[in-house]
């Protein structure tokens, strides 16, 4: 019999006999109603009593229990030592550095937050210091022309580059980028561009 099959015969217990009662629980009372029948932890016919009057055997089951979560920790163990490592150093390394070491930073713009930031842009080159002459610094100056560059791409182009939409490029692929000044591509592009936009806003 399993510890788990002990554990349930144990908890079920209604009439225990005096040795079982003394092997898994502990006796609580001054004197006990005994009467002659089957033990329903040994099976055998003896003078039995209510499992109340031994704590319902509660030392017993918290033992095997015990033996039981002890046994099931070794075979984790065991089981353990098995297998490999989840990553090697060198990709846990990886996943460990800031994000801001790891390269370019993808970001999830939509057309209307491209064209506030196209305006703080203006505001900032008008009040920064470090921007105005003859106070410029170099470093400021390369770094806002850089940003200046990306966002006036995306404003321009009325989309956003860093993650495009597979129907967006099915879209590129039959029908070309947008640009043309054609009024009938305008217009088709136009109204794709709309139903996108409206879409990205049901889904959030």
Known sequence: MTNKQLIKKLEQACVVCRDCGLKYGVYSVGCSSVWEGVCNVCGETKPVTETRDYAYLMTGIRKLLKEDIKEQSKEVAEYMLTQEPL???EDLDRIMEPSYLQGEITLN????EVGFLHQCLDTLQECHYTLQTPDLVPDDVKIFEEVEKKITELYEDHCVK???????????????TFGSEDAYDLGRWDGFREAFTMNTEVVK
């Not at 713009?109 to 209307?112: F, S």
């Not at 860093?162 to 070309?176: D, I, L, N, Q, R």
Request: negative net charge; without cysteine; charged residues 25%.
């Open 109 to 112: 713009l939509t057309e209307e």
């Open 162 to 176: 860093y993650e495009v939409s597979p129907a967006m490029k099915a879209y590129h692929a039959k029908y070309g």
């Open 87 to 89: 990553m090697t150093d």
